[in-house]
C-alpha cells in the first residue's frame, strides 16, 4: 500500500477545516438572535450542536466517499486494515480519537513519524488507513 504523509494528511486537514467552518457559519444561523453569552445552558447546547454537525461531516463523507472533499483533493482514500469500506462504527471511532489526539498538543499525529506505516493514534484505535489514490 502507498501510505499517506503526515504533511498530505495536514493539508487536507486544512482544506477540510475550512469546509466545516462555513457549514457552521450557515448552521449558526438560527442562534443569532440568541444571546448566548448570559445564558450558560444554551452555549453547551450550541457546542454538542457544532460537535455533532462536524462529526456527521466527516463520518458521512468517510463512510460513503471514502473521503471528505479535502482528501479527494489531495488524492486521499480511508479504507479499513482488511482494504474494504469503513463502517459507521470505525468512522466515529476514528473521529473522537483525532479530536482526542489533536487535543492533547497533537501528540496522537505525531505517532506517524514513527511509524512505517505513517498511522496517527486514531488510524490505529479504529483500524483505518490512509492510502493515496
Known amino acids: 500500500m502507498n501510505y499517506v504523509t503526515i504533511?498530505?494528511?495536514?493539508?487536507?486537514?486544512?482544506?477540510?477545516?475550512?469546509?466545516?467552518?462555513?457549514?457552521?457559519?450557515?448552521?449558526?444561523?438560527?442562534?443569532?438572535?440568541?444571546n448566548l453569552e448570559e445564558n450558560f445552558s444554551l452555549k453547551i447546547i450550541v457546542q454538542i450542536y457544532y460537535y455533532l454537525i462536524t462529526q456527521y461531516f466527516f463520518v458521512w463523507f468517510w463512510v460513503n466517499n471514502e473521503g471528505t472533499l479535502g482528501m479527494k483533493t489531495w488524492k486521499i482514500k480511508i479504507v479499513s486494515e482488511d482494504g474494504n469500506k469503513i463502517t459507521y462504527?470505525?468512522?466515529?471511532i476514528r473521529f473522537n480519537t483525532a479530536i482526542l489526539s489533536?487535543?492533547?498538543f497533537g501528540l496522537g499525529f505525531l505517532i506517524s513519524f514513527l511509524r512505517k506505516d505513517?498511522?496517527?493514534?486514531?488510524?490505529?484505535?479504529?483500524?483505518?488507513?490512509?492510502?493515496k489514490l
Not at 475550512?18 to 440568541?34: G, K, N, R, T, Y
Not at 462504527?89 to 466515529?92: D, F, T, V
Not at 505513517?118 to 492510502?131: E, G, N, P, R, Y
Open 7 to 34: 504533511w498530505r494528511r495536514s493539508a487536507s486537514i486544512l482544506y477540510d477545516s475550512l469546509l466545516v467552518l462555513a457549514i457552521l457559519i450557515i448552521m449558526s444561523i438560527p442562534f443569532f438572535s440568541f
Open 102 to 104: 489533536f487535543i492533547f
Open 89 to 92: 462504527k470505525e468512522a466515529i
Open 118 to 131: 505513517k498511522k496517527c493514534l486514531h488510524d490505529f484505535i479504529s483500524k483505518t488507513v490512509l492510502v
